[in-house]
């Protein structure tokens, strides 16, 4: 079994500073672990993955998220936030190396404040 | 190259009729997932399709629906008769055949489903 919870349901930012979602999750399996991000009106695009490699993975758009084993947690970080950057976000969980279904989280709404 | 589409971007019914859902994934790729996202929650898994052959089946949540992939191409998703409850947004997304276990899932704009 395996299950995601994004710890804040909406992130509130100023441009320029740090953002950072957080998410846990949990996974009977050696999991895989994503970070999609879906801006208005548009589909679900991925950001980044961790796939058991390094455990600080860097994405698209300055992105980059750590995996802690010893925390189950993937938290998703970046410097300086953007206007662009204002969407919403999901932490998503698969079995490695397995076709099945992905489990994502409940999303994060970032806003970002001028 | 084109993305994953989904037609139509919006549909509202009454209870009781009948909607389909297309997705036409990218050009080769041979998996073919639908999700759904219901009002205030969770993107939830539907199915999943290798080529016409459905793979997993598992988060249907009742026999009102049906999925379809004639020839491997795009697919249809049917809810005869739509219930309040079905209402949301269903997402289709595609991989390739290779890439599937490490979920990089290439996902359409999503169909908004109204039922009144």
């Known amino acids: 079994a395996q299950s995601v919870t994004q710890l804040d349901s909406h992130v509130s930012v100023s441009e320029g500073t740090p953002v950072l979602l957080r998410c846990n999750y949990s996974?009977?399996?050696?999991?895989?672990l994503f970070w999609y991000v879906q801006h208005p009106n548009k589909g679900l695009q991925l950001l980044l993955k961790?796939?058991?490699?390094?455990?600080l993975v860097k994405g698209i758009n300055g992105f980059e998220a750590e995996f802690k084993k010893s925390e189950t947690s993937f938290h998703l970080t970046k410097p300086s936030a953007h206007m662009s950057d204002a969407a919403e976000y999901f932490c998503?969980?698969?079995?490695?190396?397995?076709?099945?279904?992905?489990?994502f989280g409940s999303g994060t709404q970032l806003t970002v404040l001028p | 190259e084109a993305g994953v589409t989904q037609f139509p971007s919006h549909s509202v019914i009454e209870k009781g009729q009948t909607v389909t859902l297309r997705c036409d994934p990218i050009s080769g790729h041979d998996n073919l997932y639908w999700y759904r996202r219901v009002m205030g929650k969770e993107i939830k898994f539907l199915l999943h399709?290798?080529?016409?052959?459905?793979?997993?089946e598992s988060g249907m949540p009742n026999n009102r629906f049906l999925a379809e992939r004639t020839g491997g191409t795009y697919s249809t998703l049917k809810v005869q008769p739509a219930e309040l409850e079905d209402s949301g947004v269903y997402f289709c997304a595609s991989s390739q055949v290779g890439l599937a276990g490490t979920g990089e899932l290439f996902f359409g704009e999503g169909s908004r489903l109204t039922v009144l």
């Open positions: 961790y796939t058991s490699a390094a455990t």
């Open positions: 399709f290798v080529k016409e052959s459905k793979q997993d």
């Open positions: 996974s009977s399996y050696s999991p895989s």
């Open positions: 998503v969980v698969s079995p490695f190396g397995s076709a099945r279904q992905l489990t």
